[in-house]
């Protein structure tokens, strides 16, 4: 398997642009989550889904952005609008069980 | 809900030296431990877990974790580090039997190694 695989690797976007991160999970796998990092909050989890279902969201700062798994094999964030304050490296991870998750490479997104 | 802390930001070590990092854990339910790894520009990969059984685990590059329940910890050991062990070590936990597979992460400790 090809692991976890995100999309962009970098993103740089002007202030007020939609962007758009998407994931692929690993085949099988039931569980995905969205983190964000950055070097003041460290890794935040920003939401997950189960079964494609989004179980908890409350990581999610505020009402522009938003995640959608429209089926077990893909995922996206998305933020609208975006504002510098957004840059930080976005991670997707996905799971069969609570036993381990594998991460992708991350975006890292650059809002100016 | 579960927490994680690492009170150690960063912590400078020698090569060839003994290096522990620290992690501590609250929960009200047992739970699944974890330390992650993140080498520069790259993600997260998996070091070592704790799931169940004895409390002294083994991971990849010569790490190793005990778990002690009574206070509530899971300090990373390496009894020689390398220059390239340098990285960001994240512990994490998740809630073992719940219904969901949550994890959540400590603030990171950047290991940086010196020759």
């Known amino acids: 398997d090809a692991g976890v695989i995100q999309s962009p690797r970098h993103e740089v976007t002007e202030m007020g642009q939609e962007v758009t991160l998407r994931c692929k999970p690993i085949?099988?796998?039931?569980?995905l989550f969205w983190y964000r990092q950055t070097m003041m909050r460290g890794l935040e989890l920003l939401i997950y889904f189960n079964n494609n279902v989004p179980i908890d969201d409350s990581g999610m700062p505020e009402d522009r952005f938003s995640a959608k798994m429209p089926n077990a094999s893909f995922s996206t964030l998305k933020i609208q609008p975006s504002e510098p304050r957004d840059s930080a490296v976005y991670f997707c991870a996905s799971s069969f069980t609570a036993t381990e998750a594998f991460f992708g490479q991350g975006t890292r997104l650059t809002v100016v | 809900a579960q927490s994680v802390t690492q009170l150690d930001s960063q912590v400078p070590v020698f090569e060839e030296a003994p290096v522990e990092l620290r992690c501590n854990y609250s929960s009200s339910v047992s739970v699944y431990l974890f330390w992650y790894v993140q080498y520069p520009n790259q993600g997260l990969q998996l070091l070592l877990k704790y799931l169940s059984g004895s409390t002294l685990v083994k991971g990849i590059n010569g790490f190793e974790a005990e778990f002690n329940k009574s206070q509530t910890s899971f300090h990373l050991r390496k009894p020689s580090v390398h220059i390239s062990d340098t990285a960001e070590y994240f512990c994490?936990?998740?809630?073992?039997?719940?219904?969901?597979?949550?994890?959540?992460f400590g603030t990171g400790t950047l290991l940086a190694v010196q020759p």
């Open positions: 085949s099988g796998h039931n569980s």
């Open positions: 994490a936990v998740s809630d073992l039997g719940g219904a969901t597979n949550k994890l959540i």
